[in-house]
C-alpha cells in the first residue's frame, strides 16, 4: 500500500522529528530523510512529497492528514477502468471503461471475472467476447506509431493514461441512460496527480472518480475492464507480430531486447517506431545488441 502526501514544512519538520530514531542512510540525493517505522518507510522528498509504503501505510499516514477515501461495497451501478499494454515495450496501450448493473452481476459472478493478470490468456480470449456482447462499455487502443507520436507532442507514460481513462469514462457515460453511482479507476498514480493531468483535457468528467489501488480485487466493473483490454492487447500484439515476421513479446525483459535487435539489423532503428514504444529503455539496449 502506498499513500502519497505533499506536507508543509512545518509538518514535514514535525514528521522527521517524531521518526529520527527510525531514521535510515539512503543514497537518493532528492531524499531529505528516510525511514523505516514498524514495516512503512517513510520517504520526505526535496520537493515536499512524502510517501508511506507498507501494509500500515494508511495508518501512519493519517496522524499527518491522510484521509482514508470511502467507498462503496456495492458493486452494481458502477463504471470501472483498467489499462493494459503500458508496461509492454511491444504493443499498444488499452484502455476500457465499462458499467456493470445490478441485472449482469450473477453472470460476471458464474463466468469468474477476476483481474486479468489472475486469469489465463485463454480464458481472457473466451470472456472478451461474452464482456463485450453483456456490458455497456468503451475501448480505446493508441497503436505504438500514435503512442510515440504523442508522447513526442509532451504527453509522458502518466498523462497518456489519464487522458484515455478520462476519455473512456466521458463517453462511456454519454451512453449510458442512468447515472453511475460510483466510478473507479485501478490506481496508476495518485489523485492529486490525475487531477493536475486531466485538467488539461478537452472532455471533462464532472462525476467523482476514485482511484483505487488494487481496484481489480474488489470492483467487477474493473476486473471486467482489464480483461476485455487485455484481450484487445493480445489481438493487437497477434497483429502486429504477423506484420513484423517475428513474435513480439508482452513485457519490457531481455526477450523484447533480442526481438528490437533483430528489427533493427533487418530494417533499422526507426522501423521500431511502428511495433514499440520507443522511450523505453529497452530501445537502447536493442541498439548496442544490434551491432554486435
Not at 488494487?214 to 493480445?234: G, T
Request: glycine letters at 6%; aromatic letters at 8%.
Amino acid at each position: 500500500m502506498n499513500v502519497v502526501l505533499t506536507l508543509d514544512e512545518k509538518t514535514i519538520q514535525s514528521l522527521i522529528k517524531k521518526f529520527a530514531t527510525h531514521q535510515r542512510t539512503t543514497k537518493n540525493q532528492y531524499l531529505r530523510f528516510y525511514a523505516n517505522v514498524g514495516g512503512v518507510s517513510i520517504s520526505v522528498y526535496t520537493s515536499g512529497k512524502v510517501v508511506f509504503q507498507g501494509s500500515d501505510a494508511e495508518k501512519c499516514a493519517h496522524e499527518f492528514g491522510y484521509q482514508t477515501q470511502k467507498i462503496s461495497a456495492r458493486q452494481d451501478n458502477c463504471i470501472g477502468t483498467d489499462e493494459v499494454g503500458n508496461g509492454s515495450y511491444f504493443g499498444s496501450l488499452v484502455v476500457v471503461a465499462s458499467f456493470v448493473s445490478t441485472d449482469s452481476i450473477p453472470l460476471l459472478k458464474k463466468w469468474g471475472v477476476a483481474d486479468s493478470k489472475k486469469v489465463t490468456d485463454e480464458k481472457i480470449c473466451q470472456l472478451a467476447p461474452k464482456l463485450r456482447e453483456l456490458l455497456p462499455h468503451v475501448q480505446l487502443i493508441v497503436e505504438p506509431k500514435k503512442y510515440n507520436q504523442v508522447i513526442e507532442q509532451g504527453y509522458n507514460a502518466v498523462s497518456i493514461k489519464v487522458a484515455l481513462h478520462n476519455q473512456a469514462i466521458y463517453l462511456l457515460e454519454k451512453k449510458l441512460t442512468v447515472d453511475a453511482e460510483q466510478i473507479i479507476i485501478d490506481a496508476f498514480t495518485t489523485t492529486a496527480n490525475y487531477e493536475k493531468y486531466v485538467k488539461k483535457e478537452k472532455n471533462q468528467v464532472t462525476s467523482k472518480i476514485t482511484l483505487l489501488p488494487k481496484a481489480e480485487d474488489q470492483f467487477l466493473a474493473v476486473a471486467a475492464s482489464s480483461i476485455m483490454a487485455r484481450a484487445a492487447f493480445l489481438d493487437h500484439l497477434g497483429a502486429l507480430s504477423k506484420k513484423a515476421r517475428l513474435v513480439l513479446p508482452s513485457g519490457a525483459g531481455a526477450s523484447s531486447d533480442r526481438i528490437a535487435a533483430k528489427i533493427i539489423q533487418r530494417d533499422g532503428i526507426s522501423a521500431l517506431n511502428e511495433y514499440a514504444k520507443v522511450h523505453f529503455a529497452n530501445t537502447q539496449k536493442a541498439s548496442q545488441l544490434a551491432q554486435k
